[in-house]
Every structure is written in structure tokens, then in C-alpha cells.
């Protein structure tokens, strides 16, 4: 594809519910990171993998928050047991190498709502 | 701490008034700064990058570290331009840099005829 793609765009969850959020980074890119995005605030780093590897993970918020990207490439985010302040904007951004500075490129995100 | 701060979250002006979005930053050690733009419905994208020290679409930064600021500055404001602008710092790892990044809360840019 053209670029980073995110899906759903939207999900609606019912509090306690788990849902899963994936990512399509840009074909070839070593790096993936997940942000959060309140409503009103930048985005927050979750974590970052670099191919299969799950580097950092300092950003995920609870033990509810799981990721993983198995092969490399297709990453998805896995929120437990879903809480209303999970409610935010998920970005994801894949960037082409580590260990030296390169452009990452952002999806469009998903917007998640927790009733 | 690691930490970014854009003071105004809102900054209108006229087309043709210079325009400066104020970025300050918390980091011991010498960082990357960028400024990234989100223009309505689109995605999050580069606008520039301190380290490459170039003017996209007219705006430039200067990085300050006196006063630990990256203020993003163009002299003559488009409706184009009409944006969200988030500034953000990349801290070097142990290995180079990893490229994870820490914004600010973002301050929209409005540009008004």
C-alpha cells in the first residue's frame, strides 16, 4: 500500500470488552511504534518494535495493554478488559531503519470509544 | 524529566502576520526536534527537523539550547496553513537513535482572511 494503515478506523466498546487494533505499516519498514492520543493532548508512546522484537515497551499503561508484530510486519495492539480512560486516538507509525534517524510515517489511526 | 511544552493551545492570526509557535523542552543531553503538522482529516506528518536546519513552506525553527526552545516561526501567514502543530523530541538510545518520539500537546493554527 501507499502508506501506514490502520484498521478499524472507529471501534466502539462496551467497558470490560477486549479489543484488538492492527496496523499495516509501510512494506520494507524495520521500526513500528503505537501511540495514544487523548482527546485535547499529543500523542503519548506506547511502545516499539523493530522487526519482532518489541524493544520498549515503557509507554503501555497497565497490564491490559499488549502488542505484538510475530512476523515483522503486521503489528496489532491488544487492549484487555477495556477501561473508559482507554478512550483515545491509537496511532501507529512505521519508519524504514533503527539506529539511525528516519522519517516515521503515521496512519490515520483508530478511534476508540469505551461506553 | 523528558518533556515538551507548547504554551498555546490556539494561536489565530490575519493572512500576512507572522506567525510564531512557541516550543520549549525538558531533556538532559542533546535531542532531535521536529515540528510535525496535522492539517484537518489528514494524518500526522513531518514538517521539519531541526538537524537538516531547512524552511518548508516557509517555516523555519531554531533550536536554542540556552533556552531549551524550538520555536517554529514563518513570516507571512497563509490560510493553508490553518493546522495543528505539534513540536516533538527523539532521544538518542544506547544503539543510535530509535526514533520514538515525545510530543507536545499541540497548539492549532488558525489563519483567518
Known amino acids: 500500500g501507499a502508506g501506514v494503515s490502520q484498521s478499524p478506523r472507529y471501534k466502539v466498546a462496551k467497558r470490560g470488552q477486549d479489543v484488538a487494533l492492527r496496523c499495516d505499516p509501510i512494506s520494507g519498514h524495520v521500526s513500528l511504534f503505537w501511540y495514544q492520543q487523548a482527546l485535547g493532548q499529543g500523542p503519548e508512546f506506547l511502545t516499539y518494535f523493530q522487526n519482532e522484537a518489541q524493544l520498549d515497551k515503557s509507554g503501555l499503561p497497565s497490564d491490559r495493554f499488549f502488542a505484538e508484530r510475530p512476523e515483522g510486519s503486521v503489528s496489532t495492539l491488544k487492549i484487555q478488559r477495556t477501561q473508559k480512560e482507554d478512550s483515545a486516538v491509537y496511532l501507529c507509525a512505521s519508519s524504514l531503519v533503527q539506529g539511525m534517524w528516519t522519517e516515521a510515517f503515521f496512519g490515520q489511526g483508530t478511534r476508540l470509544t469505551v461506553v | ?113
Open chain 2, 1 to 113: 524529566a523528558q518533556r515538551v511544552t507548547q504554551p498555546e493551545k490556539l494561536l489565530s492570526v490575519f493572512k500576512g502576520a507572522p506567525v510564531e509557535l512557541k516550543c520549549n523542552y525538558s531533556y538532559s543531553g542533546s535531542p532531535e526536534l521536529f515540528w510535525y503538522v496535522q492539517y484537518s482529516r489528514q494524518r500526522l506528518q513531518l514538517l521539519l527537523r531541526h538537524i537538516s536546519r531547512e524552511s518548508i513552506k516557509g517555516f523555519t525553527a531554531d533550536l536554542n539550547k540556552g533556552e531549551t526552545s524550538f520555536h517554529l516561526k514563518k513570516p507571512f501567514a497563509q490560510e493553508e496553513d490553518s493546522a495543528m502543530y505539534y513540536c516533538a523530541l527523539s532521544p538518542p538510545g544506547g544503539s543510535g537513535n530509535t526514533g520514538k518520539l515525545i510530543f507536545g500537546q499541540g497548539t492549532t493554527l488558525q489563519v483567518k482572511p
